[in-house]
Nanobody, 119 residues
Framework: QVQLVESGGGLVQPGGSLRLSCATS????????AGWYRQAPGKQRELVAA???????NYADSVKGRFTISRDDVKNTVYLQMNSLKPEDTAVYYC?????????????WGQGTQVTVSS
C-alpha cells in the first residue's frame, strides 16, 4: 500500500518560516520524482517545487529564492523549506511522487497539509 504523509503545516506570520515533510512508503522512493503542489481556495492546484531522482530541482517563479526542496532517500522523505512566507502562500500543500516507465505513469498524492500565512 502506497502512502504519502505530509506534516509541518500550520499558521505562521508573514516573513516567517515553515518546513514541510512528506514521508513515503510502499514505493521505491529513490527512483521517483518528488514534488510539492499547492491549492488555494478558488484556484487550481499548481506546482511549487519538484526534485528528480538525480537531485535536479525546479521551482515556480513565485517561490524562487524563498523555498527549497530536498530529499532524503534513506528516510524516503521529501522536504520543503519555506522562508519569507507571504499571505499569498496560503494554501493546502500536497506531496506528490511521480514516475513514468514505458508510457505508464505511476502518480501518488498525499492528503495535504494546510499552510496559513497571516498576522
Amino acid at each position: 500500500q502506497v502512502q504519502l504523509v505530509e506534516s509541518g503545516g500550520g499558521l505562521v506570520q508573514p516573513g516567517g518560516s515553515l518546513r514541510l515533510s512528506c514521508a513515503t512508503s510502499g514505493i521505491s522512493f529513490t527512483i521517483y520524482t518528488a514534488g510539492w503542489y499547492r491549492q488555494a481556495p478558488g484556484k487550481q492546484r499548481e506546482l511549487v517545487a519538484a526534485i528528480t531522482s538525480g537531485g535536479i530541482t525546479n521551482y515556480a517563479d513565485s517561490v524562487k529564492g524563498r523555498f527549497t526542496i530536498s530529499r532524503d532517500d534513506v528516510k524516503n522523505t521529501v522536504y520543503l523549506q519555506m522562508n519569507s512566507l507571504k499571505p499569498e502562500d496560503t494554501a493546502v500543500y500536497y506531496c506528490n511522487a511521480n514516475r513514468v516507465v514505458f508510457n505508464r505513469e505511476f502518480d501518488y498524492w498525499g492528503q495535504g497539509t494546510q499552510v496559513t500565512v497571516s498576522s
